[in-house]
């Protein structure tokens, strides 16, 4: 299978390393902003063709599928672009900054038939991966479910501390992964609520915000961001179940006392961004929907349309 990669900021190079375990796999060209730096990471990787254009890559012989990391502001348009020249994609998360694109990209992947799949890592992470089977086992439920996504960021930076040519998002990108990960382990989300604080006078957007979701099995989630958090970085989920408490950090998880929980052997690999793709390319081989199709993951795009209604109301009525 024949793979461009679209993107080759800190996410794009994490599937390049995910891409290389993958057995018949080639990516065959890479996909950047600028010319210098996307033949650098070219050569460090062994690709063999580098670009500025999507649409020169889209023409490279052969081609299969694409995984597109670039800003959230192009994904829907470039996953349109792509099945509109026959290939399969795969969207890193946010799949759209708005439902009405969103709803463009199923379209058009009903339309063509082809893969369409959105990253939304969570699912794949072995940490949550070991939850979901114990819920699809029927040995627990979730009863709440509390979320702490911070990172310090006050600057267009990313994960690499480089500079970004766009502006990252709480509700749009950070939220998606919860408010996804918490309907997959709990259920249709029949509520949710948002508050945000001030906006960074030069970013435009929020800097913290608090989200309440509830599921209609009854469990609550309690959604916490930040992007002004001087202190440990990242997203820590702890599950409260009526069988157990669990903590989860990326791939690696504890129980509610931080004894170490074994998940080596939830998937083929640690690397919750290799089973991503190893899931997009084993859909594409076998012809089926992977975990986490677009058509799975527009559900949270509802709710995050519905979150961002309640906050442009809460401001407007502000003044803000």
Request: net charge negative; proline share 4%; hydrophobic share 40%.
């Amino acid at each position: 299978m024949k793979i461009a990669l679209a993107g080759t900021g800190a996410f794009g190079e994490k599937h390049l390393d995910g891409l290389r375990n993958i057995d018949g796999v080639e990516v065959i060209s890479v996909v950047g902003r600028r010319l210098e730096p996307t033949e650098a990471v070219a050569a460090k990787y062994g690709v063999p063709h580098a670009t500025t254009e999507l649409a020169e890559a889209l023409d490279q012989p052969g081609l299969d599928a694409v995984i597109l990391c670039t800003p959230t502001q192009m994904h829907a348009a470039q996953a349109i672009q792509c099945m509109d020249a026959g290939k399969h994609v795969q969207v890193e998360i946010p799949l759209c900054d708005n439902l009405r694109d969103g709803e463009a990209v199923l379209a058009k992947a009903q339309e063509t038939g082809l893969t369409a799949m959105a990253g939304h890592t969570r699912r794949f992470n072995p940490s949550h991966q070991y939850i979901h089977r114990k819920i699809a086992a029927g040995e627990m439920n979730v009863q709440q479910m509390d979320v702490q996504t911070y990172f310090f960021r006050r600057k267009n930076m990313n994960a690499k501390g480089e500079p970004r040519s766009w502006t990252d998002h709480l509700l749009w990108h950070h939220a998606a992964h919860t408010v996804d990960l918490f309907a997959y382990q709990a259920g249709p989300i029949v509520q949710a609520n948002a508050i945000e604080g001030p906006h960074h006078p030069e970013l435009g957007i929020a800097m913290d915000m608090s989200i309440q979701l509830k599921a209609e099995s009854g469990a609550i989630c309690t959604l916490s961001l930040s992007f002004n958090n001087d202190g440990p970085l990242g997203t820590f989920f702890r599950y409260i179940c009526d069988n157990g408490t669990w903590i989860a950090r990326y791939d690696d998880l504890v129980t509610g006392k931080e004894e170490p929980v074994d998940v080596s052997k939830a998937d083929v690999s640690m690397n919750g961004i290799e089973l991503q793709d190893r899931e997009f390319v084993a859909a594409i081989r076998e012809g089926r929907e992977p975990n986490a199709s677009v058509a799975q993951v527009l559900p949270c795009y509802h709710v995050l349309h519905n979150l961002a209604a309640q906050l442009d109301v809460a401001r407007s009525g502000c003044g803000a």
